[in-house]
């Protein structure tokens, strides 16, 4: 054969064998690294900050599931230098294949099934970038602004095996190992902190020590972690009368930071707790830990190690720069968020990435269940009016044909998985939906181990007593949403409702809609249920009808929401600009100093289509804030693009050139309460 031709044919057989996302693990029809179950690594690394590498060795115990096996598949992304696999317990080496992101072990003899094995991997290197156009890296080495090192792995949609080498979640998130061990040698000036219980610090060599930690729960690989730098360690003792227990929480922060922690951890993350497990149930890990920890980059839900990002957004100050403040707007959107995450993604995995909903989906509704905790009903809706906003018609909740972390994400599985399960919680009620929740997640079957949608469908219905395929179907598997047109005729005591689906969605919606029948003296709530297409009701009340509400459209998703928007937290407001007369006071109130005591928002968007209508202040509460002044522009962020203010007269209608602008800054001026000392005023913004 012609030399060319070989060295074709050659390229082509190695790019089959090596070149699919999985490698060699996925060609043929079978991903070999199904061939085992992993139950335990030991991981035991030294990271150097100076020289940004990580060596060591990572020891994989597992089990044969196969009649015959003489291969271990492995993940380890190319970049690193594997110097020898050793068998456990004789240490004598194995041969090994490293190329295109795997790592191949041949085992001597081979496994039957059922034969447990075990394995060590030494290796060093740099962990790699992502490749293949992602920017993200799993190791973060970042400086504290102090310049000490600062160091964090955050590797969900990249996978773990960008740092260490394992059977990696991102593949196979059913994988979970029983238990994990992980001892880190770093510099002595600096603490290295990873997931599970602390089992204590020991010298090393000269300039070094290891400090070991022990996770005794199954837990995904992409859920293990480390941060070194210079961390302090606080300790909060929760009571849990629900539980009648007490779980301690560890949190972690940069030396220096210890007061500004306390701040923001102490007052909130203990009432955030006693939410989450009155409705949830039991904390999954508490014989490990609760663990919260400062990292230098924006937040990951790492199991008992929870990634919180750099600051701490209640206690800046004005002209503190704040990365998260797109999340941060009423509340510590990090802890919130990823708090949740111990009960929705650690305690209980999907079974593999298309139900990835069941992470981000539950988490970002847990922000909105806070959202009601804190300030009411009607700050949940409007939470979730804001959620409607991002969505996109044509992704479905569930991830079909995808089979990495990466390629099953998306903003579907947060906002309209979140909005999936606000109306479910329309549909069975809040008994039996909060219910729902606890029994799904402290299910044996499940807690510690994975599941799937339909497991929580048929949890659902268990509590329920229907069937529900006809919600799953649309909302879970299905595209779109209906858009619902309303319109009633009254004639004395009887109301003709009619209900009309305008959409274009392939997906045909069914969905209760609650209606409230006014009559003087007295009112009752109906419940409708909808079918595809038209729908015409006659309802009669004991007395002429005065009017129906649609109340139970705030509960569907219909396209994004029309409504308001309330702006009235002081993380909201420290990101805007104060002027020099207005000071924000040590208890984060507002006192009006002097001349030019303004205050000008951050951007307020809206989506595409929407219009701004009416803009004014809350002054229930409140009365001085009637002599507020206010004004609105177009926001632009180039300078000298900027145009003039516009003042808002009393009535709070906002001038016609503005109301169809993508976005909007309004200013404050608080002059006329000079000397006075104000809480932080709520701000509402009308739209359509």
């Not at 209608?653 to 709520?682: C, M, S, W």
């Amino acid at each position: 054969m012609n030399k060319k031709w070989i060295f074709v044919l050659w390229g082509f057989l190695f790019n089959f064998f090596f070149g699919t996302s999985g490698g060699l693990a996925q060609n043929f029809g079978y991903d070999w690294r199904k061939a085992y179950d992993v139950k335990r690594y030991d991981l035991a690394l030294k990271i150097n900050p100076d020289s940004q590498t990580v060596a060591g060795r990572v020891r994989i115990s597992g089990i044969c599931l196969r009649t015959r096996l003489d291969s271990v598949f492995l993940d380890l992304a190319d970049g690193f230098t594997v110097t020898a696999v050793k068998n456990v317990p004789n240490d004598s080496l194995l041969p090994f294949r490293y190329s295109r992101n795997q790592l191949v072990l041949a085992l001597k003899p081979p496994l039957q099934k059922g034969q447990r094995f075990s394995v060590d991997i030494v290796y060093h290197g740099t962990p790699p970038p992502g490749k293949g156009g992602m920017s993200e890296t799993a190791f973060i080495w970042g400086r504290t602004p102090q310049g000490a090192p600062w160091v964090g792995t955050s590797c969900q949609t990249l996978g773990s095996h960008f740092w260490w080498p394992c059977k990696a979640a991102f593949f196979h998130p059913e994988d979970k190992a029983d238990s994990i061990s992980i001892a880190l040698t770093v510099p002595d000036t600096l603490v290295a902190v990873s997931n599970g219980r602390n089992l204590g610090v020991s010298p090393d060599s000269s300039g070094w020590r290891t400090f070991r930690w022990l996770v005794t729960h199954p837990t995904s690989t992409y859920l293990i972690t480390l941060y070194v730098g210079p961390y302090v360690e606080l300790t909060q003792p929760i009571p849990l009368p629900s539980e009648k227990d007490t779980l301690m929480a560890h949190y972690y922060v940069l030396m220096g930071n210890e007061q500004r922690a306390k701040e923001e951890f102490f007052p909130r993350v203990p009432d955030e707790i006693r939410l989450y497990t009155r409705y949830y149930g039991p904390f999954a890990f508490a014989s490990d830990k609760f663990g919260l920890v400062q990292s230098p980059y924006a937040g990951m839900e790492h199991s008992t190690a929870v990634a919180v990002g750099p600051i701490f957004p209640h206690t800046l100050r004005p002209g503190e720069p704040n990365p998260l403040q797109w999340y941060d707007h009423y509340f510590n959107y990090m802890v919130v968020h990823e708090v949740a995450h111990e009960w929705w993604g650690n305690a209980v995995t999907a079974l593999d990435w298309g139900h990835f909903w069941l992470h981000e989906g539950f988490a970002t509704y847990s922000e909105a269940l806070w959202m009601e905790h804190k300030f009411g009903r009607e700050a949940l809706h409007q939470y979730m009016a804001q959620l409607s906003f991002r969505l996109d018609s044509t992704q479905s909740v569930y991830r079909p044909r995808h089979k990495t972390a990466r390629e099953a994400y998306s903003s579907g599985i947060y906002w309209k998985g979140a909005w999936v399960l606000h109306m479910l919680r329309y549909v069975l009620g809040d008994r039996t939906f909060f219910k729902t929740l606890r029994d799904f997640n402290t299910d044996p079957r499940y807690r510690y181990h994975n599941a799937t949608t339909a497991d929580f469908q048929a949890t659902c219905e268990k509590n329920y007593g229907r069937d529900l395929s006809w919600f799953f179907l649309e909302w879970i598997y299905g595209t779109g949403w209906p858009h619902l047109k309303f319109s009633t005729k009254i004639t004395g005591t009887h109301a003709r409702i009619s209900v009309r689906d305008t959409s274009f969605s392939r997906t045909r919606f069914k969905m209760p809609l609650d209606v409230l029948l006014v009559w003087k003296g007295g009112q009752k709530r109906r419940r409708l249920w909808l079918k595809p297409g038209e729908n015409t009701f006659t309802l009669k009340a004991p007395k002429p009808i005065l009017a129906v509400k649609p109340v139970g459209l705030r509960w569907i998703l219909d396209g994004p929401k029309r409504g308001h928007i309330r702006y009235f937290s002081d993380l909201d407001f420290v990101m805007g600009k104060f002027g020099p007369g207005l000071v924000f006071t040590r208890d984060r109130r507002l006192f009006v100093k002097g001349e030019n005591a303004t205050w000008i928002s951050p951007a307020r968007h809206l989506f595409r289509g929407a219009r701004f209508l009416r803009l004014r202040l809350d002054t229930s509460k409140e009365p001085r804030w009637k002599r507020v002044v206010l004004f609105v522009r177009e926001h632009k962020f180039r300078k000298r693009e900027r145009k003039p203010w516009q003042r808002v007269e009393l009535q709070g209608e906002i001038p016609p050139n503005v109301q169809t602008v993508r976005a909007i800054e309004y200013k404050l001026d608080f002059g006329a309460l000079r000397g006075q000392t104000l809480p932080v005023p709520t701000v509402i913004l009308d739209y359509r």
